[in-house]
């Protein structure tokens, strides 16, 4: 029994109020190619789900098969290793992102966290895995991402009376004679130190009597307004506003003094490991993470807030905002292609950009399964047939927004056919011990 080993998919749209308003947003748009699908124009759509997750699965092209159950039937598409480690599932779950206003503060479990929680609150963690996720820009893209160096924090209590006033004298002395006294303690002594004090701190942040949050914040907002300037876009005076008017009155606004705030252009890619705070706050992206549905959330939500497990999980970690960046590596001989391979086991993407109608890109094709998005253009994809007894060959044309599923060790190309080229995200996992099998 065979079954072709690329395939096109219907995936599911997801409709969240932080979503972009009808065809303003690019899930709606990818969404919109499969027949069947109509875009409302009055609904925020958020987020386009790739993959096997129960909450989202996606389905054979115009039939209600779930590609799960193809992948239950035909196990040789994963691979004995993956569908055994798996249970048929794939590994992760690939999404594009369209955001209209901020998400919440959040953090996702590590593994052992994720089956403790999933343990005592399954109504609220829904399953048991960890969730390490990464982000590539499709658009410019703005994101709150790990927490900044301690000396800018410091000086963040000195700068913004409203924070000082909300941890109170002594706990914002304590801070700033601990981030001092760290400067002269060499070695792990001195990192452990910086990360306790920043914990005591961040948690009074978050714990603080919501009196007192609203009390600080009304005295924020309106000394920000009285100033009457209009201040320059994506200063930290215009992301409070502007997020505050999104969450008016929400502790998580403080979230902006404590995380760092950045700015990704069109392929620029941050990874976010378990127990990292983050917060994406505007444009669009294609996301991939493993394949859990687990958040921690702490502010910028309506949802519920376990304050108390995200202050105790998170690592404390500082580092400047470049060093959240993961930058792409060529992995082709043509150059069309770069890889973003983070730390962890269960990912990695290529983006393949060809600029001109003819271009041709060929990729070996991962030692596991594979998940392809087109963002832009049209071409056509294809597999090769290198020994008799490979499946026959599949030819399929491909414009912006169509997803495909590409077997386990199944080679492929993509030609452009558009003068403006085609550009294609996969997502593929391979066996930890094949990780170098991409790079030349």
């Known amino acids: 029994m065979t079954h072709p080993t690329i395939f096109r998919l219907d995936c599911k749209a997801q409709s969240y109020d932080w979503g972009k308003i009808g065809s303003s947003s690019k899930v709606a748009r990818f969404a919109a190619t499969s027949p069947g699908f109509t875009v409302d124009e009055s609904r925020p759509y958020a987020e386009l789900w790739m993959g096997t997750h129960p909450s989202g699965p996606s389905t054979l092209y115009q039939s209600d098969k ?3 159950s193809v992948l239950k039937t035909y196990p040789h598409l994963l691979t004995p290793y993956f569908y055994g480690k798996y249970h048929g599932h794939l590994p992760f779950l690939f999404k594009v992102l369209s955001i209209n206003k901020a998400l919440s503060i959040q953090a996702h479990p590590d ?36 927490f ?40 792990i002594k001195g990192i452990k130190e910086g990360r306790q004090a920043l ?14 949050v609203k009390l600080e914040l009304d005295r924020l907002i309106s000394r920000l307004n009285t100033n009457g300037a209009a201040y320059p876009s994506q200063s930290i005076e215009e992301l409070l506003l502007r997020i505050h008017s999104q969450f008016p009155g929400d502790v998580g606004l403080f979230s902006l003094f404590f995380l760092n705030y950045i700015v990704l252009r069109p392929g620029q890619a941050i990874f976010l490991a378990a127990n990292e705070p983050h917060a994406y706050l505007s444009g669009d992206c294609v996301e991939c993470m493993a394949a859990s549905d687990n958040v921690v959330r702490a502010g910028l939500t309506p949802k519920f807030k376990d304050v108390e497990v995200l202050t105790q999980m998170l690592t404390y970690q500082t580092k400047s905002s470049t060093d959240q960046l993961l930058s792409g590596v060529l992995c082709t001989p043509t150059g069309h292609s ?22 041709k890109e060929r990729l070996r094709g991962a030692e596991g399964p594979s998940m392809v998005i087109v963002t832009r253009g049209k071409g056509v994809i294809r597999s ?32 452009a056919l558009s003068e403006e080229g085609v550009t294609i995200y996969t997502a593929f996992s391979v066996r930890p011990d094949k990780k170098d099998h991409f790079h030349h």
């Open 66 to 68: 779930t590609l799960e």
């Open 111 to 146: 593994k052992e966290l994720a089956e403790r929680l999933f343990k005592e609150r399954p109504d609220i963690y829904k399953d048991d895995n960890h969730k390490p996720e990464m982000a590539i820009a499709l658009t410019e893209f703005e994101a709150l991402c790990g």
């Open 148 to 187: 900044r160096p301690l000396q800018q924090i410091s000086a963040a209590l000195d700068q913004w009376p409203e924070l000082w006033a909300l941890v109170g004298d002594k706990e914002a002395k304590d801070f700033q004679d601990a981030v001092a006294r760290t400067q002269t303690i060499e070695g």
């Open 199 to 212: 914990r005591i701190l961040y948690t009074a942040v978050m714990t603080a009597e919501a009196s007192k």
């Open 338 to 359: 770069l890889m973003y391979d983070p730390p962890i086991e269960e990912f990695s993407i290529i983006l393949t950009t060809l600029d001109h109608a003819k271009e």
């Open 384 to 415: 090769e047939k290198n020994h008799e007894t490979d499946p026959d060959v599949v030819e399929l044309s491909v414009e912006a927004g169509n997803v495909f599923f590409v077997g386990a060790n199944t080679p492929f190309s993509i030609e």
